[in-house]
């Protein structure tokens, strides 16, 4: 953050990076949501970052217990959640030993004193205080009893202690808007419409904001704090603006499909972390005819979802890697049977359980490879909030027009992450329309289009078309069960060939950055965009010969793709796994590329990929 | 329906399909086809909305032998995607068609739960005690000691009772019927389909091939009236060549008991009335099992509670008239800000 002092008492700022520190029960995530809220409301481009435990309350004051909410905001076009934040605020002890590690040296330490006792310190590991000794020298300190300010703050509501300590978040919130020059009404007003009916609640929230926002006043000389101010973001195309995170966008996608396709969408799914809230998204939206089962299993969730599919609706089922596992075999039915499916894998870390709250990007090879036999699908992947509308809606054209299953590959950073989102008019979107096969003439129901190989999608209640379908092999010419050699070798053949006709209904493969030839490129898919938008960016800063290019459509590959990556010298495949799309690459285009890979469950720091761009340089030459 | 009026009535003869059926000669899944298909011309099903939805298994073969819109699906999860079919579209009449394996083995789990939630549709198991598909391994119903390929001395296993399982999964439609017993059948599963709700229905079903006869010694024609009983709502429980023997109940016990009318001081009026509302006796009366007792088919059980794919879709009409669907609205909801 590079600085320059204003008018008013401001040091003019183009990004910052908060991150938000503090126990489970501390109320950090909502605290980052509302700060993200009045960013966004006031016009500055923000990405953020959830980081939370799997734990619901983990025990107080540890390590793992400590939930973090991370935002980068800026005057300048903000793609990633930031590498290093240059505030941290910390609740706790835990808080501080966690996140430490990733501040920006000289950056901002906001602590809460009050909460640095033996017990808390003791928990969270330092044997010393560190705000007693020299360990935090390289960073600005200030240390604040939030705990005792909070406490004084809403005394006069009569809370019991443990009640009144719940609003130390918005004391901080409080500060940390003063110190910004952010207003406060949006987010009164949002505790008023909350607490409509606990009005005790909503106004000692609101006077720990008032008191958080006081302090920074009143203790601007005596504790020398400063006060820092981050502008719009002016280049952002005119229209309506919402902050929206990926699940919730994906979502409204999927029943903006819907009502685009004028197909009625029936969700099957089961609980699982972190696409639960697509589950709660679309039950409540009963009023757009969208139907949500939530099942016994993840496997009967997609087996509701064939089951509406072959009535004649849409199918959606929703999970994360582990249950997509499960799902496997009832996907297998939906591309044998050629019914249309949208599945939407969440993905996080594996394997097994892994790290259920931290984001991966490893399930592409189950995605596009994992089901028994030749069984090939749309695979399309997000790649931030906003992407997730778009896709949803693809998902649903794909699926209805190619009668197969479609998997979106979002995961669980974009799922939680909010940014900024222009909002659509629904009205000028394309529509396209689903057709049903109603002619009794020559009908079979594995009688093909002609150009797409799509099947007839004939729905029960249709009279002279009555038929019956399952997972046994089909004749091609009838439909019937066929056990003959060469009518299965000509059956997976067409499965096949109509999956990679899709090529020729996607857009082409496009440099989001950059060149179409040249030096190197940085090949990346899904939540990585961002942090390879800015690294790419900055390489071409330092002159250096690089171009991004972002994979959407994961499966079928992008039709000029091949010839894309021929085009440069070396292509570095920047993804959150072992190397996966790295691996399908080479094994379509014989590419021999370079494979940059993170597993830690953390994004990519702009800086790694930056790093690697460089060492690339040299090697290349 | 009132289309239907003016087109000939359809016999179980409209219900073939131009498929040949392929079970092995005297499987009793044919004659459950045949019983089937005339339940159908029976009931004036409309082909068009009449759906089939089966497993893996011989008996999930089924779909492709009715002349209706039919669902061979995957090994277990039938109840799952009956479920979506039914959601999808309340219109529909579905039929399920499982086994002893793939009802109650590998989908277990789909059992239990489409009959907790009552999702309105007829579910036929056929049990034979034994996976024939797979050539004659041991079934979550066969009998203890049984001997099949994998069970080479004898099945271990406490074999488990369907009706029991549904009732205790919470069905509330629970009846059983034989096979070769085409006078009876077709009534119960009439009345399967008059059921609104999962209505579950306990077919034996002889393996000729890998399990021949199990359930003889209660589905032989000559003994039948003595080893079997048809029970009706209303009716006391009387069975027998004679007509003379009837289910008592021993208050002392807490037990069912069979006793010879006009012996040992039992009168007619001692006979248990059967009351299909009743779960105690139904749980009772699906216990019994032959030789001490009469094996008791027919509509066991039958309590109506509101459908899951009715619920569903009450919710769903209420929030269409409650709230507009305006798309644009609900994606503007909560804060925004607008750039010039």
Redesign the interface.
């Known amino acids: 953050m590079n600085a320059q002092t204003n008018a008013q008492g401001f040091e003019e700022l183009d990004t910052v990076c908060i991150r938000f520190a503090g126990d489970s029960g501390d109320g950090m995530q909502l605290t980052g949501t509302q700060f993200s809220?009045v960013t966004?409301?006031e016009?500055s481009d923000l990405a953020t970052f959830p980081d939370f435990p799997a734990e619901i309350r983990a025990p107080v004051g540890t390590t793992f217990g400590v939930s973090a909410f991370q935002i980068n905001f800026g005057s300048v076009e903000v793609s990633t959640a930031g590498d290093e934040p240059d505030v941290l605020v910390a609740m706790n002890p835990a808080a501080l030993m966690v996140s430490l590690a990733g501040l920006r040296l000289g950056g901002l330490i906001i602590v809460d004193e009050g909460s640095f006792n033996k017990r808390n310190l003791d928990k969270a590991g330092y044997l010393e205080n560190p705000l007693e000794d020299d360990s935090l020298s390289d960073y600005q300190v200030q240390k604040l009893d939030i705990t005792k300010m909070t406490l004084e703050s809403v005394k006069e509501f009569g809370l019991g202690k443990k009640d009144a300590l719940r609003s130390k978040n918005m004391w901080t919130l409080g500060l940390i808007l003063w110190m910004f020059g952010r207003a406060r009404k949006?987010i009164t007003d949002?505790l008023e419409q909350k607490f409509k009916k606990l009005p005790d609640v909503a106004n000692a929230n609101i006077a720990a904001i008032n008191a958080g926002h006081a302090f920074g006043e009143t203790a601007e000389t005596s504790a020398n704090l400063s006060r820092y101010h981050v502008g719009q973001h002016t280049t952002?195309?005119?229209?309506?603006?919402?902050?929206v995170n990926g699940n919730q966008a994906l979502a409204?996608g999927l029943?903006?499909g819907s009502?685009l396709g004028n197909i009625?969408l029936?969700l099957?799914t089961y609980p699982i972390t972190p696409a639960s809230a697509l589950l709660h998204t679309l039950s409540g939206?009963?009023?757009?005819?969208v139907?949500t089962?939530q099942?016994?299993?993840e496997?009967?969730?997609v087996?509701?979802?064939?089951?509406?599919?072959?009535?004649?609706?849409l199918?959606v089922t929703s999970s994360s890697g582990p249950g997509i596992a499960l799902k496997t075999?009832?996907i297998?039915?939906a591309i044998s049977?050629e019914l249309p499916l949208v599945i939407i894998d969440v993905q996080r870390a594996g394997p097994s359980t892994g790290l259920p709250t931290k984001t991966e990007q490893s399930d592409l090879h189950q995605a596009v490879w994992g089901r028994n036999g030749d069984a090939p699908i749309v695979v399309l992947a997000t790649s931030n909030p906003h992407d997730c509308f778009d896709v949803g809606i693809e998902a649903v054209r794909l699926a209805t027009k190619y009668m197969t299953p479609v998997m979106v590959l979002s995961d669980g950073y974009i799922g939680n992450a909010s940014e900024p989102w222009?909002?659509?008019?629904?009205?000028t979107l394309d529509k396209f329309s689903v057709k049903y096969c109603t002619d009794p003439e020559g009908f079979h129901p594995f009688k093909r289009d002609p150009e797409t190989l799509a099947r007839v999608w004939a729905?029960?209640?249709?009279?002279?078309?009555?038929?019956?379908?399952?997972?046994?092999e089909k004749d091609y010419d009838t439909g019937?069960?066929s056990y003959e050699p060469g009518n299965h070798q000509k059956m997976t053949d067409v499965r096949a060939a109509k999956i990679a006709g899709v090529a020729n209904d996607i857009p082409e493969q496009e440099v989001s950055l950059g060149t179409s030839e040249g030096k190197l490129a940085v090949v990346g898919w899904g939540s990585t965009r961002g942090s390879i938008h800015q690294a790419v960016k900055r390489a071409r800063e330092e002159n250096i010969d690089v171009s991004h290019i972002h994979i959407s459509n994961i499966w079928p590959l992008p039709r000029n793709l091949k010839n894309l990556l021929n085009s440069f010298d070396k292509v570095i495949v920047a993804e959150m796994n072992k190397g996966q799309m790295n691996n399908l690459l080479r094994a379509e285009y014989l590419l021999d590329g370079h494979s940059l890979t993170k597993v830690s469950g953390q994004p990519f720091k702009i800086t790694e990929i930056l790093d690697c761009i460089r060492k690339q340089e040299v090697e290349v030459g | 329906m009132n289309e239907q009026t003016d087109i000939k009535k359809l016999t179980f003869k409209d219900f073939e399909t131009d498929q040949e059926v392929r079970w092995c000669p005297g499987c009793g899944d044919y004659a459950v086809l045949k019983a089937v298909q005339i339940t159908l011309a029976n009931i004036g099903a409309t082909p068009e909305n009449t759906v089939f939805v089966s497993g893996i298994g011989c008996s999930s073969r089924f779909p492709y032998y009715v002349e209706t819109y039919g669902f061979h699906t995957i090994h277990g999860r039938a109840p799952a995607v009956a479920t979506g079919v039914k959601l999808a579209n309340p219109d529909l009449d579905v039929w399920l068609v499982t086994g002893d394996g793939d009802g109650l083995s590998i989908g277990g789990n789909h059992m239990l739960h489409v009959l907790r939630r009552n999702v309105n549709m007829q579910i036929m198991l056929f049990n034979n005690e034994i996976y024939g598909l797979t050539k004659g391994q041991y079934s979550p119903t066969s009998k203890i000691g049984a001997k099949t390929p994998s069970t080479p001395l004898g099945s271990v296993d406490l074999p488990l009772n369907p009706c029991s399982f549904a009732l205790g999964a919470g069905a509330r439609f629970v009846a059983r019927g034989i096979d070769t017993a085409l006078k009876a059948l077709p009534g119960t599963l009439a009345r399967a389909k008059d059921h609104r709700g999962a209505s579950f229905v306990e077919i034996f079903q002889n393996c000729i091939v890998f399990n021949d006869k199990t359930f003889e010694h209660f589905t032989l024609k000559k003994e039948a009236a003595n080893t079997q009983i048809h029970v009706e709502h209303g009716k006391p429980m009387i069975y027998g060549k004679e007509k003379n023997m009837g289910l008592v109940f021993n208050q002392e016990k807490f037990v069912l008991e069979t006793a010879i009318i006009g012996e040992c001081g039992v009168r007619e009026d001692d006979v248990l009335v059967h009351n299909e509302t009743n779960k105690t006796m139904a749980q009772m009366l699906v216990e019994l099992t032959a030789p001490d007792f009469p094996v008791v088919c027919g509509v066991i059980y039958c309590n109506p509670e509101e459908s899951y794919d009715d619920a569903v879709h009450r919710q769903v009409e209420k929030a269409k008239e409650n709230k507009k669907a305006d798309f644009n609205a609900l994606i503007r909801q909560g804060r925004i800000w607008t750039v010039e």
């Open positions: 809220v966004a409301l016009g949006p949002w952002e195309e005119s229209g309506e603006y919402r902050t409204w029943v903006a009502q009625p029936l099957g939206l009963k009023e757009y005819g139907v089962f099942a016994e299993d496997i009967a969730a087996c509701g979802a064939i089951g509406a599919s072959f009535a004649g609706q199918g075999e009832a297998g039915l049977t222009r909002i659509p008019d629904i009205n729905k029960p209640g249709t009279p002279d078309c009555l038929h019956r379908i399952g997972g046994i019937h069960i």
